[in-house]
């Protein structure tokens, strides 16, 4: 059974990674943790951080290191978050942590709801019925805002992962011949 908490990096990187794996798993009975690799920003309550209570997130990052070979041909490009910079990739420490913590990783992605690059390519924004641009909001109908969408920027770094669509869960890959 998938039993799965949705969570944010800024959670694991302030609680440690095998606090919240046995939280997660030993006190939850979780199997999963879900990490979302992309949002908007936000004021984020933590109660449980021994670090900060609240949390501001940087608008329209990604939480993971990129692969840029993805992106040389696209028109909208992903930021990657300061902090992954400054406190670690936590979507590689779930991939790398999976057999010590015992949980399988998915993903959670917001990809269109994004400020920062709306207004950056304000021709890719949705419009309301007056004609004005909702820079807060890529356009699914352009063609490189679907491409940003579709690149799979959530496993793009992930070689050795594959990811199953019908669970959202990225699992080792294996060899093909």
Known sequence: MHLSMWTYPWDIQDQGLAALAADLRDRAGLTTVSLATSYHAGRFLQPRSPRQKAYFPEDGTVYFRPDESLWRDKLIRPLMAGNVTERGDMLEALVQGREATGL?????????????????????VTRNAFGNPNYYNLCPSSPAARAYAVTPIWWNSRARTSWDSRTNIITKKTASV
């Open 104 to 124: 399988k990783v998915s993903c959670w992605t917001v990809c269109l709801h994004n400020t920062r690059l709306g207004m950056l390519h304000p021709d890719h």
